[in-house]
T-cell receptor
Framework: AQSVTQPDIHITVSEGASLELRCNYS??????LFWYVQSPGQGLQLLLK??????LVQGIKGFEAEFKRSQSSFNLRKPSVHWSDAAEYFC?????????????FGTGTRLTIIP | NAGVTQTPKFQVLKTGQSMTLQCAQD?????MYWYRQDPGMGLRLIYY???????DKGEVPNGYNVSRLNKREFSLRLESAAPSQTSVYFC??????????FGSGTRLTVV
């Protein structure tokens, strides 16, 4: 069964510093991969997704992620964080099927930004 | 606006009461899902429906039932609410696993 691991429960970075959030997945073939962001009390917003092709994916708000098959990873990066990036971030994976796709989430990483 | 609509947004129940969470999408998606979100646990799949007329259990189905009323609507029922079901519930729909649209969530408290 597919699974997602986000090893960092909470990360604190200074405003303007770079960010990398880790995500590892378990799945036999090439999955569909997603990163979502959730601000407190809000719903989920899609940052970016990977289906195939170029392994470096650009998303909204200046985020990018790189799919590395050899490491089963899909880490999220941003060169310079803003205070508004403080939120919880979820990595998710979908096993490819035929009308039976299920999105499985990691447990999330809470990002705190300090001045 | 196109999307996934969940009702209600907030609900407080007493232990043992029943209720149904409603979800509707207007994007003609085949697949629909119910998740619950708890602190430190991410979103966990309760039930899903790959197409009209079919439903399957997800990771945490105990204490819940679902109905795929038609292609648009997918409801989640708590027959006898328990404090452990206090959570935020999200409905979602998708097209062949490539694009997921989430509702804004239902915050449920069971006292």
């Amino acid at each position: 069964a597919q699974s997602v691991t986000q090893p960092d429960i909470h990360i604190t970075v200074s405003e303007g510093a770079s960010l990398e959030l880790r995500c590892n997945y378990s799945y036999g073939a090439t999955p569909y991969l997603f990163w979502y962001v959730q601000s407190p009390g809000q719903g989920l917003q899609l940052l970016l997704k990977y289906f195939s092709g170029d392994t470096l994916v650009q998303g909204i708000k200046g985020f990018e992620a790189e799919f590395k098959r050899s490491q089963s990873s899909f880490n999220l990066r941003k060169p310079s964080v803003h205070w508004s990036d403080a939120a919880e971030y979820f990595c998710a994976v979908v096993s490819r099927g035929f009308g039976n796709e299920k999105l499985t989430f990691g447990t999330g990483t809470r990002l705190t930004i300090i001045p | 606006n196109a999307g996934v609509t969940q009702t209600p947004k907030f609900q407080v129940l007493k232990t043992g009461q029943s209720m149904t969470l409603q979800c509707a999408q207007d994007m003609n998606h085949n697949s629909m899902y119910w998740y619950r979100q708890d602190p430190g646990m991410g979103l966990r799949l309760i039930y899903y429906s790959a197409s009209e007329g079919t439903t399957d259990k997800g990771e945490v189905p105990n204490g819940y039932n679902v109905s795929r009323l038609n292609k648009r609507e997918f409801s989640l029922r708590l027959e006898s609410a328990a404090p452990s079901q206090t959570s935020v519930y999200f409905c979602a729909s998708s097209v062949r696993g490539r694009g997921y649209t989430f509702g804004s969530g239902t915050r449920l408290t069971v006292v």
